[in-house]
C-alpha cells in the first residue's frame, strides 16, 4: 500500500513531465488490448479502477493476503506469465517462489489481495501497472502482462510441517524450537559465554539436506557472524566456544526460492556446527 502511494503521487508529475516530451498515453491502448483479448477468448473478468482486470479462479481457505496493509509480508505462489500473443516469458511449473506482497508489480499488489491463500488468480495487468516502457528479459517496452498465479500456505508454514514431519520420523524429540521458526539441539554444551550477534567466528560445519546429502563442508575462519545466512545469525548465539550443534533451518532462514546445482529451491537445511573459537 505504502509504495503504490508513492507512486501515485509521482504519475502526475511525470506524466507531465513526459508530455512535454511526446508522451503516448498507453491507457487506452492497454484497454482495448485487454478488452479485445478478453472477448476473443470469451473470458469474464473484473475490472478494476487501475485498469487491471482479473478473474478469481479460486479464492482460497487461507490467510487473507495483503489484510494490513501497514505491514509487509512475504507470499509463497507460483506462476506463469506470457503476453497476449501467447509468448510465455515466465513459468515455475507448479515451483512456489517467495517474495515480499509490497516489491512486486503493481498489478500484482493490486489483484494478489483479492484472494487468500491457497487460492487462484489470473490477472491481466496493463503496461503502466507491469513494466512500462521498460523491457527487461526481452519483453517488449509497454507490453500488456498475464499472470496465472496460484498462492499456497505461507512457506513458513511448509517448512514447519516438513521440519516436524522429519523430527518425528528421527525419533528426534530434544529440538529446541525459536520463535523464527528454526529448530536446534545442543550436542555438547560448551564453555563460557554465548556467542555475541556481532561476533567474529571461527567454526567447522556440514551442511546436508533432508535426505542426508551433503552438499558443503569446511571450516570459517574470522568470519563475522553478521554476514551468514539468516539461520547461523539465529542459532549461533545459542552456542558458546566448543559448543557443538545440529541446526535445522527453514527455508526462508536458508537460501529461500533460490536455486543452486546443489541445493533445490525452499530446502528445508541441516547443519551440524561446531564453535571452534570466537
Known amino acids: 500500500m505504502r509504495k503504490l502511494l508513492v507512486l ?6 511525470l506524466v507531465s513531465c513526459m508530455k512535454d516530451a511526446d508522451f503516448t498515453d498507453y491507457g487506452p491502448i492497454d484497454e482495448k488490448i485487454i478488452s479485445d483479448y478478453l472477448e476473443q477468448k470469451d473470458i469474464e473478468a473484473v475490472r478494476h479502477e487501475s ?3 482479473y478473474k ?14 501497514k505491514q509487509d509480508e512475504d507470499v509463497t505462489f ?8 501467447g509468448k510465455v516469458f515466465t513459468d515455475t511449473k507448479g515451483e512456489n517462489i517467495t517474495s515480499n506482497l509490497w516489491g512486486f508489480l503493481p498489478g ?4 494478489l489481495p483479492k484472494i487468500n491463500r491457497q487460492g487462484e488468480i489470473h490477472l491481466y495487468i496493463p503496461s503502466g501497472l507491469a513494466y512500462g516502457a521498460s523491457s527487461p528479459g526481452g519483453i517488449p517496452a509497454n507490453s500488456v502482462v498475464i499472470l496465472e498465479v496460484k498462492v499456497d500456505r505461507d512457506q513458513a508454514d511448509i517448512d514447519e510441517d516438513i521440519i516436524a514431519a522429519y523430527l518425528e520420523e528421527q ?4 529440538a529446541i524450537r525459536d520463535e ?4 536446534y539441539r545442543i550436542i555438547k554444551e560448551g564453555e563460557g559465554e554465548n556467542v555475541s550477534e556481532n561476533a567474529i567466528i571461527n567454526v567447522s560445519y556440514i551442511g546436508k539436506l533432508l535426505d542426508g546429502t551433503v552438499f558443503d563442508e569446511g571450516t570459517l575462519n574470522n568470519t563475522p557472524l553478521v554476514g551468514l545466512i539468516e539461520a547461523w545469525k539465529v542459532g549461533i548465539p545459542n552456542l558458546k566456544k566448543g559448543s557443538q550443534a545440529i541446526f535445522y533451518c527453514p527455508s526462508q532462514l536458508g537460501y529461500g526460492s533460490q536455486e543452486s546445482d546443489k541445493i533445490p529451491a525452499n530446502s528445508i537445511l541441516i547443519f551440524d556446527v561446531n564453535i571452534i573459537d570466537f
Open 180 to 183: 523464527s521458526g528454526l529448530y
Open 51 to 53: 485498469g487491471l482486470y
Open 56 to 69: 478469481i479462479v479460486n479464492p482460497g481457505i487461507g490467510k487473507p493476503i495483503g489484510l494490513d496493509a
Open 8 to 13: 501515485g503521487l509521482l504519475l502526475p508529475l
Open 78 to 85: 507460483s506462476y506463469k506469465a506470457y503476453l497476449t500473443n
Open 108 to 111: 500484482l499488489q493490486i489483484g
Open 171 to 174: 525419533n528426534i524429540t530434544d
